[in-house]
């Protein structure tokens, strides 16, 4: 990830610039590689960069084009790039072998049509000096997390930010950048570009089910995500979701390490890489390029001292081969870090704050071993209705209704934690399960299939996907009691005690008559339980009221239940054993 900070029409861009660096220099934790900025006209563009691809040379950014007429400054990875540099209309010289240059040719061909024709995550903002012009955009559905302000005392001004804390300094009104959407400084309005079949979530899909074509789509969606120059890992729990992504990364970086044994890499020619050859990421047969060839590949597990994940996570890796590395925290050092979090996250929800503080302990460590970016699992239980909660589901057209709300409400839950928990330490976090294509597939099979009975578990059809045993011949994915095992929210699974010890504490810090008289400010957005009373007390520490706006909190539907734990719901298995 890295970090964005823009102002569009700025009355006095010059004297504010040293307040924009100062301002951008907020998010420098999402960018800890290199700065930079640009002033044109009365627009100024700045950026931090953490570098994944187009390390070597000048991948810094913002990117310009050649007579510096388009600056562009972007936070993501765009994992079709080599496709777009072939398959550009015009002929574009790149300056630079960064997956995000494709932006600026992209929008010199379409538009505001440019984001339709790229394929990753990414949040921009890119300046046009002759049309004195800003063009904003955030990917489908969130992953990158993006705000934009304005200031009654600069009207005019639009501003831009990869996190809130660049923006409260100087806005009174905050959003939350709509994902798919994209905004033109000409007509002051933004537009939804990102338009699936899928979207009405009142349109029940009738698509029936191909087990085949979904292993293969979310197989594809992995390979594209090992698109890197820097060593990388994965976060793997031991739930389904993390393990299917570490099998599909061991067998895809097992796979790189025998070509790379068989064959040296070539030097392309300038030409070559303006069509996107010898770059990193996918060509048109679906092929993989990376650079980076590790011996092991690495993954990732963090849990209280015996918890169900780490247990699960040990016999995923062994199972694999990778190389795992368990790391344990105690209460106090979750408990130490809360306010952080806070911080980070930019917050006040319970189910994130939960799950959010392991990932955040978890991506320091892994950062202090130099790896850079790593695989994560979210996004299935929206797609496949894998809380546990969705037992409750009255039918399949209310069942696929809520599965389509959840994923339209990633931003501001899963996609805001496993974001800004690795950002914090400059860590890049991507999601294979959110990928446009495999998106498509799953949310149009019919939700009949994704029911979940007496004989069909939660995610059932995922699991059926990958599982071989009816294939005497085929290698197994995954351990048949890792690949049949039930659902464990984060929170939950590092270990039961993390959430009864922040409910505990929350009782020393919140008293009964605190929480009769909330604060005047919250208006009607009133805490419901003294932990959430104690997280929205430290997130007005670090911002003001304005904030508040951009918080969404996660609660379970068809649940008579106020906690949003997995555990409080009736049908979890207390005991990992019995799983």
């Not at 990869?162 to 798919?180: A, M, N, Q, R």
């Not at 806070?342 to 950062?367: C, N």
């Not at 005497?472 to 351990?479: G, R």
């Not at 957005?525 to 997130?539: C, L, N, S, V």
């Amino acid at each position: 990830m890295c970090g964005i900070f823009a102002c569009h029409s700025h009355p006095d861009v010059n004297k504010f610039k040293p307040t924009a660096l100062k301002l951008a220099k907020a998010v420098r934790h999402r960018g800890p590689d290199w700065s930079g900025s640009v002033i044109s006209n009365n627009t100024i563009l700045c950026h931090e960069r953490l570098s994944i691809v187009g390390v070597a040379e000048s991948g810094a950014q913002p990117l310009t084009n050649a007579d510096e007429s388009i600056v562009l400054a972007v936070n993501g990875e765009i994992y079709n790039h080599r496709l777009v540099r072939k398959h550009l209309k015009t002929p574009y010289h790149f300056k630079t072998t960064s997956d995000c240059e494709v932006i600026i040719p992209l929008y010199l061909e379409y538009g505001l049509d440019a984001p339709k024709h790229l394929d990753g995550m990414f949040s921009f903002v890119l300046y046009d000096k002759k049309l004195d012009r800003t063009i904003a955009a955030r990917d489908p559905i969130g992953v990158t997390t993006f705000y934009m302000g304005r200031s009654s005392a600069q009207p005019g001004a639009v501003y831009f930010a990869s996190e809130l804390k660049c923006l409260h300094p100087v806005c009174d009104t905050i959003e939350s950048f709509p994902p798919g959407h994209i905004y033109d400084s000409q007509t002051d309005k933004l537009t939804r570009y990102f338009q699936p079949t899928w979207w009405d979530e009142m349109k029940v899909p009738s698509t029936p089910l191909d087990l085949k074509v979904l292993r293969e789509t979310f197989e594809k969606s992995v390979r594209k995500r090992l698109m890197a120059e820097v060593p990388y890992g994965v976060l793997l729990s031991g739930g389904l979701d993390s393990s299917l992504v570490a099998a599909i990364a061991q067998r895809e970086t097992l796979r790189q390490r025998k070509l790379a044994e068989e064959a040296g890499v070539t030097e392309e020619s300038a030409e070559d890489m303006d069509k996107g050859e010898g770059l990193v990421g996918i060509d048109d047969e679906n092929h993989l390029s990376t650079m980076t060839f590790l011996p092991q590949l690495n993954s990732f597990s963090i849990g209280l001292p015996g918890s169900p994940d780490n247990k699960a996570a040990l016999e995923v890796a062994k199972f694999l081969g990778t190389k795992h590395h368990v790391m344990t925290f105690t209460i106090e050092d979750g408990l130490n870090a809360l306010s952080d979090v806070i911080y980070h996250l930019e917050t006040y929800d319970v189910t994130t704050i939960r799950a959010s503080t392991p990932m955040y302990l978890l991506s320091r460590k892994i950062k202090a071993m130099g790896i850079k970016m790593v695989l994560s699992g979210e996004g299935s239980d929206e797609i496949f209705g894998g809380y546990l909660y969705f037992h409750n589901a009255p039918n399949k057209a209310e069942f696929h209704e809520e599965c389509v709300r959840r994923v339209k409400n990633l931003h501001l839950a899963d996609c805001l934690r496993a974001n800004k928990s690795t950002s914090a330490w400059g860590l890049e976090a991507r999601v294979p399960f959110l990928d446009k294509e495999f998106l498509e597939l799953a949310m149009n099979i019919d939700p009949q299939e994704k029911m979940i009975t007496k004989e069909k578990i939660e995610k059932y059809i995922l699991r059926k996907a990958f599982d071989t045993s009816d294939d005497p011949t085929a290698e197994p994915y995954l351990p048949e009691n890792i690949l049949w095992r039930q659902k464990e929210q984060f929170s939950d699974g590092v270990g039961y005690g993390w959430i009864d010890s922040l409910k505990d504490n929350a009782e020393l810090h919140v008293t009964d008559e605190m929480m009769k008289n909330p604060k005047p400010e919250w208006g009607s957005d009133i805490p419901d339980t003294k932990e959430a009373y104690w997280y929205r007390t430290m997130f007005d520490e670090h911002f003001p009221p304005s904030c508040a706006s951009t918080v969404m909190r996660w609660t379970p539907k068809w649940s008579k239940q106020t906690d949003p734990s997995g555990r409080a719901i009736a049908i979890h298995q207390d005991k990992y054993e019995d799983a």
